[in-house]
């Protein structure tokens, strides 16, 4: 959560913060995937006009309470 909330708005690696954590990135795609179920965040897609490059892309993670984000984020 904290390494969501230190990246908000910028393109998210699954890779990196996996290897922050020391966890496996389809470990930290399930958990943000649970978090979005439970309306905590919500993923932006990276927008393209080119299709192809739009869908690989990172897509942005954003919070729905602006109050979990550190004080000179919000």
Not at 8 to 20: D, F, L, N, Q
Not at 22 to 51: D, M, Q
């Amino acid at each position: 959560m904290r390494f969501l909330q230190s990246g908000v708005g910028s393109p998210i690696s699954y890779t990196s913060i996996a290897e922050e954590v020391k966890i496996s990135p389809t470990t930290i795609a399930k958990y943000i995937c649970l978090y979005e179920a439970l309306f905590i965040v919500f993923r932006v897609p990276a927008f393209s006009k080119n299709i192809a490059r739009g869908i690989k892309n990172e897509p942005k993670i954003y919070f729905f309470d602006l109050r979990m984000l550190p004080e000179d984020k919000g």
